[in-house]
């Protein structure tokens, strides 16, 4: 398997304009999470999907932000409009939780190191 | 509110000079105390899920203890290829499936 894949790795922007994130989790994972990590907050769980639904979006930090999974291969993460204190790395992560263990390993991929100018 | 407090922030150590690192948390209900390394430009990896106080686990050099209150990783005789950020996670009630991560211990190791 391929690991969790993201694109693109980097991304420079400048303000205002709009940002997505791809993200494709890991065949068979069910559950699907979007995280930012900064130097000053570290890594904070932005929102996660079960099964394709969103399950907890409270880490949203604003309404600029949106997440969809339109399918179980397939996520993207958008900022619009994008602001320079956005500028951080953005992950994307998948698991395959088991009920029976409680065994949930997240799986990150390698991120999206986004500059806002 | 579930929070994860690592320490120390920054750890420099010579290779074969054992040391560990602390993970302090408080948590209502924990479903799972997990341990991540993450090199520079990298995800974080997987090494370690502990599930109750007194639980050990061990991966070569690195061995994850937990109590109650806090998971201690242990490095033994530690190699330069070991510097990395370890990154300690929980899981608990509240979160659901998610995982609450703290600020990392950056460790370097020298030769």
């Known amino acids: 398997d391929a690991g969790v894949i993201q694109s693109p790795r980097h991304e420079v922007t400048e303000m205002g304009q709009e940002v997505t994130l791809r993200c494709k989790p890991i065949s068979g994972h069910d559950y699907l999470f979007w995280y930012r990590q900064t130097m000053m907050r570290g890594l904070e769980l932005l929102i996660y999907?079960?099964?394709?639904?969103?399950?907890?979006d409270s880490g949203m930090p604003e309404d600029r932000f949106s997440a969809k999974m339109p399918n179980a291969s397939f996520s993207t993460l958008k900022i619009q409009p994008s602001e320079p204190r956005d500028s951080a790395v953005y992950f994307c992560?998948?698991?395959?939780?088991?009920?029976?263990?409680?065994?949930?390993?997240?799986?990150f991929g390698p991120g999206t190191r986004l500059t806002v100018l | 509110e579930d929070q994860v407090t690592q320490s120390p922030e920054a750890l420099r150590l010579q290779e074969g000079e054992s040391s560990s690192l602390n993970c302090s948390y408080t948590?209502?209900?924990?479903?799972?105390l997990f341990w991540y390394r993450q090199d520079p430009g990298k995800g974080p990896e997987f090494l370690f899920t502990?599930?109750?106080a007194g639980e050990e686990k061990e991966k070569e050099r690195l061995k994850a203890t937990l109590t109650k209150k806090e998971s201690f990783l242990h490095i033994t005789a530690p190699k330069p290829e070991d510097s990395a950020t370890y990154l300690c996670a929980v899981r608990g009630n509240q979160a659901g499936t998610a995982l609450i991560f703290g600020k990392g211990t950056t460790l370097s190791v020298s030769s």
């Open positions: 992560a998948s698991s395959n939780y088991e009920a029976a263990t409680s065994y949930n390993e997240q799986f």
């Open positions: 948590v209502s209900g924990l479903r799972g």
């Open positions: 502990l599930y109750s």
């Open positions: 999907f079960n099964n394709n639904v969103p399950i907890d």
